[in-house]
T-cell receptor, first 113, second 115 residues
Framework: EADIYQTPRYLVIGTGKKITLECSQT?????MYWYQQDPGMELHLIHY???????EKGDLSSESTVSRIRTEHFPLTLESARPSHTSQYLC????????????FGEGSWLTVV | EDKVVQSPLSLVVHEGDTVTLNCSYE??????LLWYKQEKKAPTFLFML????IEKKSGRLSSILDKKELFSILNITATQTGDSAVYLC???????????????FGKGTKLSVKP
């Protein structure tokens, strides 16, 4: 079983608050990803990283930002949360050369009120 | 534009039935296709398919890829209520001309197995 952890699992916050979703993996994977998934909808890649100090935006535009200062850690930050940010955020990592097999964390459910 | 299309989007069956889930794809420089099962949390990996015509099997689940017709199917035999989930199909794609692929996902097939 993959060791990738997300916190918090569930969060309800007010509009305008700054939040950081934490993601850590203990597998030494170089590649890490953030996906966003609205209920009943498909997964969309919003950020990815191929290693320390490497971050790129994915196919879905997002107001969130990410950082990759350590291999094992890939936090996602929203500077000013809005109700439109309400969603599930899934962190993932991969060790394969082509990123084919991806291991997911359990997800962070964010509700902005 | 790369895409992965799944059908049906939802399916209701009774325990013991056999189901077939479909996934078609259009992916530049196709390398592989993956199936995931998603219950209430994150997707869990089921299969990765790279070669046409070779069936991958795990218990009651099996999957096969047809690279000529650009599709894959996921079969579940003797379904159980625990099989109720969203089944996702995904394929690695290359962003910004890079050689390292990220996954694009289909919308998923929501399977409900009734007792």
């Amino acid at each position: 079983e993959a060791d990738i952890y997300q916190t918090p699992r569930y969060l309800v916050i007010g509009t305008g608050k700054k939040i950081t979703l934490e993601c850590s993996q203990t597998m030494g994977h170089d590649k890490m990803y953030w996906y966003q998934q609205d209920p009943g909808m498909e997964l969309h890649l919003i950020h990815y990283s191929y290693g320390v100090n490497s971050t790129e935006k994915g196919d879905l535009s997002s107001e969130s930002t990410v950082s990759r200062i350590r291999t094992e850690h890939f936090p996602l930050t929203l500077e000013s949360a809005r109700p439109s940010h309400t969603s599930q955020y899934l962190c993932a990592s991969s060790d394969s050369p082509t990123g084919n097999t991806i291991y997911f964390g359990e997800g962070s459910w964010l509700t902005v009120v | 534009e790369d895409k992965v299309v799944q059908s049906p989007l939802s399916l209701v069956v009774h325990e013991g039935d056999t189901v077939t889930l479909n996934c078609s794809y259009e992916v530049t420089n196709f390398r592989s296709l993956l199936w995931y099962k998603q219950e209430k949390k994150a997707p869990t990996f089921l299969f990765m398919l790279t070669s046409s015509g070779i069936e991958k099997k795990s218990g009651r689940l099996s999957s096969i890829l047809d690279k000529k017709e650009l599709f894959s199917i996921l079969n579940i035999t003797a379904t159980q209520t625990g099989d109720s989930a969203v089944y996702l199909c995904a394929a690695p794609v290359s962003y910004y001309g890079g050689s390292q692929g990220n996954l694009i996902f289909g919308k998923g097939t929501k399977l409900s197995v009734k007792p």
